[in-house]
DNA sequence: CCACCTCATCGAAACGATTCGACGAAGCGA
DNA sequence: TCGCTTCGTCGAATCGTTTCGATGAGGTGG
């Protein structure tokens, strides 16, 4: 492998004119440039990134953590990491792959080695211990989702606007002509545990109601998908039954739709179903209106602050520039493509 | 940021005596150790990864090339990337995040720059231009899926058995019952290019037929999910319909759910589904029985062949260990869980 | 008592880049 | 013609490890 000295002794030039001439931080006549690059070309000369970093203490790497509790996997996760590998190429980053189920022992030991410049922490809960340790360890961190929590404050952080997004699809369902919908909300346990978008969800959906004066029924969801479809066979079963009905839990949905298919009910007409942050392009489910996460946006956006984080801290040290913590919450809008079915028999205005 | 220089002061020993601690490379007393360790603890020490890996040109990175065309992003992709990083940290490797959409370029950076000690390269196609970019640098990799193409039988991969997958699904529903069965192929775009699994999947399908004396009409799919849908339709109103349905394309299954579910075909009563490759655990489809993908222990393999590749390198550059290159197809089962219903009509024997 | 060996530790030389100060050669005005 | 500035390039120090040979203390056998 040919070094920065191969390069410049088959130029005959110095190392360190090599190095301006690479990184263009020092003027270097046209003609040395010349033979340089061409050197450069001949050799197939690419700096190490090992002696680049010793040196600078810049490693161009962001740290990923992906959530990974008890080798679980969801969707969107993968998605978010591509997506958010993107974006970080368009800075000059390489993205590292942190899937540790032990989260907080992974970064440490990146934080620690110089590996990563920077991390983003994907599925942040409230009181994460991710984020206190790398706060203390005073590790540039941004954070992706439910992050609101109040020690959260400091660090920067994205996440989709739950309430917004539940609100958003009551309305639509109202405007559909719906008036009596039905609203699966999140998991019990994640509703006790009192987690950000559990109760963002629930707000949007009570002031959807007032707004629109549909009747809104809502219902607690479960882990267990069966007892998650119960709850809707239940809705269903009642006097005047919802003929929409929005899900913010998805990880039941797909045995949900097929109980209720196998039960008989016919979809759309007799319930059009609303899932509310669903991944585009490819859930895998059958086509429904629905609300979409805006995955690129919030990777580009999340990517974003990590990287100007770690800007923030390397010069001075001093106070980490004047724009401080950022967060923002993305405006959630319908997938384009399928309208909400009017209900059978709308009761009309 | 503590180096080894503070360690050694604290401790009051040289800094090679760290190392040799540290590496366990050679004897060291207790007592000494034990200081050394002691201060290692006290001042929270990390060696930084870019000086090792100048030092020792060897990172403990695994470079990972997502498939990244046009923005696609398949599900499976994430899945992999995960279940490969878990198994990279059984080795004590990392695992860098690759999505190019031009792949070589990336990979010629990561190589070059000695990022990453070895890649996997996901979803291989027949004459891919990595692989070759990659056997010509002499950079170590194993492959992921489809990997058989000529030039490709240097280089280690692993793959599942799609022939014998197929094969195994058209097998089970005939045990059911069912005496005509249907095969959704891969689309034509994939069969004309002749990929490997499309034809390999066309082969299992004949193949059953002939084993089981049943009835196997095969279409392939096609790219859009509409044309596919309507193919199967045609199907289901032949004279005599299929009563099961085998699937390897899985793309357009959700539509073609959707659009029989919508026609009034009750599943899996008048049609049995079977979808071929689907990755364990959360699919997003309704409950269906199929033959899942073995994400865990195939991203274990490709990581191991990989890792492998990367040791028989170093030592001298002699041959590559004699093992040389491996080949790893994996067996199909059937996920447990949903058994395939029998035809309303059995054609009894 | 001396030569020799083992054992634990040390010192110094890499690894390959970046970057700061220095330095010679021109160019310029006086 | 002399001193001063500008321009292009060089040399050397540095980043933090690992690892090879050296070194000195202590033990052993003849």
Same mark, same amino acid.
């Given at each position: 492998m040919a070094t920065i000295k191969d390069v410049a002794e088959r130029s005959g030039v110095a190392p360190s004119t090599v190095s301006y001439v690479l990184s263009g931080s020092r003027k270097i006549s046209d003609e040395t440039r010349g033979r340089v690059l061409e050197a450069v070309r001949e050799l197939g000369y690419h700096p190490r990134a090992s002696a680049r970093t010793l040196r600078s203490s810049r490693s161009s790497v962001l740290a990923l953590a992906v959530p990974r509790e008890a080798g679980k996997y969801r969707a969107v996760d993968g998605r978010f990491a591509v997506e958010i590998s993107d974006a970080a190429r368009v800075h000059g980053f390489d993205v590292l792959l942190m899937t540790d189920p032990d989260g907080v022992r992974g970064l440490r030991r990146v934080a620690g080695s110089g590996l990563a410049d920077a991390a983003v922490l994907m599925a942040v809960e409230e009181g994460d211990p991710r984020v206190r340790a790398m706060t203390a360890a005073g590790f540039p961190v941004a954070l992706l989702g439910h992050g609101d929590a109040r020690d959260e404050t400091e660090v920067p952080w994205v996440d989709l606007d739950w309430e917004a997004a539940v609100a958003l699809a009551v309305r639509e369902a109202a405007a559909a002509g719906h008036r009596h919908i039905a609203f699966l909300s999140s998991a019990e346990h994640e509703i006790t545990s009192r987690r950000g978008y559990a109760l963002h969800g629930l707000a949007g959906a009570r002031r959807a109601a007032r707004q629109t004066g549909a009747e809104v029924t809502v219902r607690a969801s479960s882990e267990d998908p069966g007892v998650a479809a119960a709850r809707v066979r239940e809705l269903l079963a009642a006097e005047r039954p919802p003929t929409a009905l929005v899900v913010?839990? /998805?990880?039941p949905l797909p045995q949900v739709l097929a109980e209720l298919s196998a039960g008989g009910v016919r979809l759309p007409e007799e319930l059009a179903v609303v899932p509310v942050g669903t991944i585009p392009d +490819?859930?895998? /489910?059958? +086509?429904l209106p629905r609300i979409d996460l805006p995955v690129s946006r919030m990777a580009a956006a999340v990517t974003g602050l990590a990287l100007a984080a770690a800007e923030a801290l390397p010069p001075s040290g001093g106070e980490p520039a004047e724009s401080g913590p950022r967060h923002e919450l993305f405006e959630p809008r319908m997938a384009a493509g399928v309208p909400i079915a009017p209900p059978r028999t709308p009761n009309a205005h």
């Open positions: 913010q839990h /998805l990880i +490819e859930s895998g /489910l059958p +086509e």
